[in-house]
């Protein structure tokens, strides 16, 4: 046995199916082993993930006359409540989940500060492996990714974008079909929306031209304020980039961005029949609350797409096996063999488990697919590229806030009664998460920079972190918070709950923010939320048995040109809407807790990267796997039907959000290895 094994065996002994995977692996007796050969079943296709990858591979191989197993850590996440009425007796997805032996969870619900201790009770670690969000703090760069049937679409904010062509070609992307991938799109999860405005707008009115539009008296006073229904941040943005665009002289456009979210359109027109994806929803009503379950049901998310098209049709082939974390894949002749731990029972150490099949396709997300083949080289012997772990991207993934938003009129802040300048709420606690975006290059390098709700639930902790930076520590801490310890840190919360009584008993002073809502406590701080081009020179292994991620010493994520330069124009748009510009704390830097210019990623891209040989990726263009084995020989030699279908085969940053490149690429090398989707 390799020293390695032996660690990585005692190392964590809640996982107990990595012992015996990892002992299978070193050689047991040959009785053992022929008891655990007989206990081994087999299936003609295994898919790994739920989310935006293995959800397409899923839909392709269902009723195909094969048998299909997919195999999910997470289990299902639903809202708690539809419109009122609890879904528990009547909700479809969660009778099918409870009859076919899968976990089902719900949001959490609260939209004020105990909604947070929900929150940090949702999170994914060791202890918890039912949880949702997955936090990674890895030095310099922390990752956030979602652990459940649907994978990142149960939290993501439901934007779809393309990367440029010119970006595409720089790493080397081709054959993306994005007109197919929007049709898969409407057609499995539901009609892409703009949602911009602060009600639903009746078909064909264009947002970017919204006063005009509406007001065909073209009424000056409305008119003056250049869209008087689009969300406040949406014309904050629009507003801010347009004089900034002139300031530098960078054609910076605004555009609505297409969600994932069902808008209401009313009245129809004559000839519109709602896609068949789209009668499971209800209609967006700005709750502002998307990457925390939405309670009208209206983001189209995977879980709801795998129900619709796969799980509760008849003859599909296709057995779902949540809470079933893979451990490792080893090749054993042309088929694979997928060692995982079965968690649906009593016990959090699960039940070890294996299965066999000649077609795997891998979609546990950059970090779950990254981790499998690491492991699985090192425990059971999976030959692989040498580039497996390198050219990790953040994405160039960046956030910061603007504090104090101000009237602005032909670039000048507008005077108030009292003579100073007269603030402009944008309420960051209402619509969609991600509403609008700008685009553009400087130096021959593409950004994106959209505007980012703050849901109500976080408005407290951020107008006390504004205020008192300190406060935020409670967030690094969840158990001093959850427990309700009392310590220096949470003591502004404290002080502010303490307020708050006293006040029971005393004269109201309407000046003071306790009489604010969560939408009034923080309605002049915009969020920006950046994606641009980093060097996507990150390199992942493997320390026990968890990953690791670092960077070359001479080129260091934080100190990458993408950061500086969107950090510029960030401060340029703060100061276009009068307002300060705020980095996050994370990239502030507080002592004992984030060391400076610590960046957090919610776009994580390769480790798994597609490249022309196996000495430039370890997949070729249609995910296949490389076999390392035999690199000498022949370096595009592949291990037959076995395919990796998630963000870890992108090869470098985007410039913007993910999903829809992740599903072009999917689709690509699914279709080509099982067939067209049906009915696409
Ligand atoms: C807060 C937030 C907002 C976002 N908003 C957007 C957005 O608006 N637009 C956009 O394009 N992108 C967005 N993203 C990014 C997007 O969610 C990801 O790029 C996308 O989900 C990646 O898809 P994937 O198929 O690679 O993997 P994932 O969607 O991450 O799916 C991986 C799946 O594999 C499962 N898994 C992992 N390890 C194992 C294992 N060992 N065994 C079994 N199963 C495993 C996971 O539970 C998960 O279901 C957002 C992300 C976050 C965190
Ligand atoms: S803004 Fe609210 S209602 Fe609209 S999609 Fe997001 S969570 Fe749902």
Redesign the pocket.
């Known amino acids: 046995m390799a020293s390695n094994e032996s660690t990585s065996i005692t190392r964590r002994d809640t996982f107990k199916g990595a012992a015996a995977a990892g002992a299978a692996a070193a050689g047991l007796s040959v009785l053992a082993a022929k008891q655990a050969e007989a206990q081994v079943q087999d299936y003609d296709a295994i898919v790994?993930?739920?989310?935006?990858?293995?959800t397409i591979a899923t839909i392709a191989l269902s009723g195909r006359g094969k048998s299909v197993l997919i195999?999910?850590?997470?289990t299902f996440w639903v809202t708690p409540e539809t419109l009122g009425v609890p879904t528990a007796a009547g909700n479809p997805v969660v009778q099918w989940a409870k009859s076919n032996n899968s976990g089902v969870q719900y949001w959490p619900r609260p939209d004020h500060t105990l909604g947070l201790i929900d929150l940090l009770n949702n999170r994914y670690d060791q202890s918890n492996p039912y949880g949702l969000y997955n936090y990674r703090m890895f030095g310099a760069v922390h990752i956030?990714?979602?652990?459940?049937?649907?994978?990142?679409?149960l939290?993501?904010?439901?934007?779809?974008?393309e990367a440029t062509q010119e970006v595409r070609d720089r790493l080397g992307l081709k054959g993306l079909d994005y007109k197919r991938t929007r049709s898969y799109m409407e057609k499995y999860r539901g009609k892409l929306s703009n949602i911009v405005s602060k009600i639903p707008l009746p078909p064909g009115v264009d947002p970017a031209k919204l006063g005009a539009q509406l007001d065909p008296a073209q009424d000056p006073a409305k008119l003056a304020n250049k869209g008087y229904l689009l969300l406040d941040r949406s014309r904050a943005l629009r507003e801010a980039a347009g004089l900034v665009s002139k300031q530098l002289g960078i054609n910076m456009p605004w555009s609505p961005l297409d969600l994932s979210i069902t808008e209401y359109v009313h009245p129809s027109p004559p000839d519109y029949t709602a896609p068949e994806a789209d009668t499971g929803h209800t209609f967006c009503e700005r709750q502002g609350r998307c990457?925390l379950g939405c309670l009208p049901q209206a983001r189209h998310t995977l879980n709801k797409t795998l129900f619709n098209w796969v799980f509760k049709q008849q003859n599909t082939g296709v057995t779902l096996s949540s809470e079933?974390?893979?451990?490792t894949i080893r090749r054993v002749g042309d088929s694979y063999e997928v060692a995982?731990i079965d968690r649906r029972g009593e016990s959090v150490d699960g039940v070890p488990r294996r299965v066999r099949a000649k077609q795997v396709f891998l979609?546990?997300?950059?970090?779950?697919t990254v981790?499998?083949l690491l492991r699985s080289r090192r425990d059971v012997g999976l030959a692989l590229s040498d580039r497996i772990g390198s050219g990790f991207s953040t994405n160039g993934d960046f956030g910061a806030l603007a504090v104090g938003t101000k009237m602005i009129k032909d670039g000048k802040p507008v005077l108030g009664a009292d003579g100073n300048p007269a603030k402009a709420s944008v309420y960051p606690t209402r619509g969609p998460?991600?509403t609008c975006d700008v685009r553009f290059a400087i130096d021959g390098r593409h950004y994106t920079i959209e505007d980012a709700g703050i849901p109500s639930m976080f408005a407290r902790v951020v107008q006390l972190a504004l205020k008192d930076r300190k406060a935020l520590l409670t967030l690094a801490e969840p158990a001093s918070f959850v427990g309700g310890q009392t310590t220096a840190n949470i003591g502004s919360l404290v002080g502010s709950f303490r307020d708050r009584i006293e006040a029971i008993f005393k004269p109201r002073d309407p000046t003071k923010d306790r009489h604010s809502t969560e939408a009034e406590l923080i309605d002049d701080v915009f969020f920006f939320n950046a994606m641009g081009e980093d060097e996507a020179n990150g390199v992942f292994s493997l320390r026990g048995d968890e990953l690791d991620l670092g960077w070359p010493a001479d080129k260091p994520i934080s100190k990458q040109a993408c950061f500086s330069k969107v950090e510029q124009i960030m401060q340029q748009l703060s100061a276009a809407m009068g307002a300060e510009y705020t980095p996050l704390p994370t990239w502030e830097g507080w002592p004992g807790v984030f060391d400076e210019r610590t960046l957090v990623c919610?776009?994580?891209l390769g480790g798994c990267r597609i490249g022309p040989t196996m000495a430039e990726g370890a997949v070729n263009e249609f995910g296949q796997l490389y076999d390392g084995s035999k690199k000498a020989s022949d370096p595009t030699a592949v291990h037959p039907g076995f395919y990796v279908?998630?963000?870890?085969t992108i090869p470098g940053a985007l410039a913007a959000?993910?999903?829809?490149t992740?599903s072009a690429q999917?689709l690509k090398v699914v279709e080509r290895a099982v067939g067209p989707l049906p009915n696409l």
Request: hydrophobic share 35%.
């Open positions: 790994i993930g739920t989310g935006f990858g293995g195999l999910e850590r997470g956030l990714t979602a652990s459940g049937v649907g994978g990142g679409s939290i993501y904010c439901n934007v779809n974008l990457l079933s974390e893979v451990r995982y979609a546990a997300g950059v970090l779950g981790e499998i998460i991600n919610t776009h994580p279908v998630d963000g870890s959000n993910p999903s829809l992740i999917a």
